[in-house]
């Protein structure tokens, strides 16, 4: 998963020597090259600078073992972040084109389905060529219904279905499939309000979870995908797709660090089980090559 991370960091760790402003350079660069963004890293540097400073140790060993508690403690993901997988919930997943946002939707009704929930999915990004196929490709696939309408139609009216379907069939989850151009922010802000509306009139009750969809190999493009959404929707959570390919790992650092948004999941294949929960003691096992 961090394998450019956990090399570089590797190389800065492999001696036991004094760690001077030289060698907090050196972490950072290495930091920044592993898609960290600048001031997530500075924010990082400075709590491990200080820690070491109250700790009376100026080791690079010493140093690692500090950063390594740091990035354990700030990425840990507590098992109430996954309280929705226990209620009935409505989750609404966004993202821009590409991002692999349909395919882990398909994942998280699979992973949901697999757990005993009777998962629905509403084909809301009704704008995007190819989405709502997609979408019902993925449904037969994984054995969940799809409610949608034909292309160009108002995304708050499949929802409005889809929330009938949902009551009718006392299901346990409900995934909205919603659309991320976010080329006009206004536009996707008002849609989302809309959907949102829908779902405070006809199901007030249920337990709400936002989802973005962020490809982890798009480093700084994604940070600010993320922080747009953040500004247009009450984002809970974070999918980090395709980490298992060229993703150099430091990016999820960056999103929880800047934006305090907890990754949830990550995509690790094409396989329709290769969705999984974040796990941070994985995370830091990798970087710090610890297995």
């Not at 760790?13 to 890293?41: G, P």
């Not at 992973?111 to 037969?140: C, M, P, S, Y």
Request: aromatic share 8%.
């Amino acid at each position: 998963m961090a394998n450019f991370f956990t090399k570089i960091l590797n190389n800065i760790f492999q001696s036991n020597e004094v760690a001077d402003e030289a060698f907090y350079e050196e972490l950072e660069e290495a930091m920044i090259l592993s898609d960290v963004s600048y001031s997530s890293c500075m924010r990082i540097i400075d709590a491990v600078k200080h820690e070491a400073n109250q700790r009376g140790v100026n080791l690079t060993r010493d140093v690692q073992k500090i950063l390594k508690d740091y990035i354990l403690d700030l990425m840990m993901v507590e098992e109430g972040y996954y309280a929705f997988e226990q209620e009935k919930s409505i989750i609404s997943v966004i993202g821009v084109n590409g991002v692999g946002k349909t395919t882990s939707i398909g994942k998280l009704a699979y992973h949901l389905k697999k757990k005993g929930k009777k998962v629905i999915l509403a084909a809301a990004d009704t704008f995007r060529a190819g989405a709502i196929e997609q979408l019902v490709e993925w449904g037969n696939r994984v054995g969940v219904d799809v409610i949608h309408q034909k292309e160009g139609s108002d995304p708050a009216a499949v929802v409005f279905d889809a929330l009938q379907s949902f009551k009718a069939k006392n299901a346990d989850v409900l995934i909205i499939d919603t659309a991320g151009r976010l080329h006009n922010k206004k536009n996707l802000m008002q849609e989302l309000g809309k959907i949102n509306r829908i779902i405070d009139r006809e199901f007030a009750e249920g337990y709400r979870e936002t989802l973005v969809v962020l490809d982890a190999t798009t480093g700084q493009n994604a940070m600010s995908q993320a922080k747009l959404f953040k500004e247009c929707s009450q984002v809970t959570g974070v999918i980090l797709s395709k980490m298992d390919s060229t993703a150099k790992g430091g990016m999820a650092l960056s999103i929880q660090a800047e934006l305090g948004l907890p990754v949830k999941y990550m995509g690790t294949g094409e396989k329709v089980e290769n969705l999984q929960r974040f796990d941070a003691k994985r995370y830091v096992e990798d970087i710090f090559d610890l297995h």
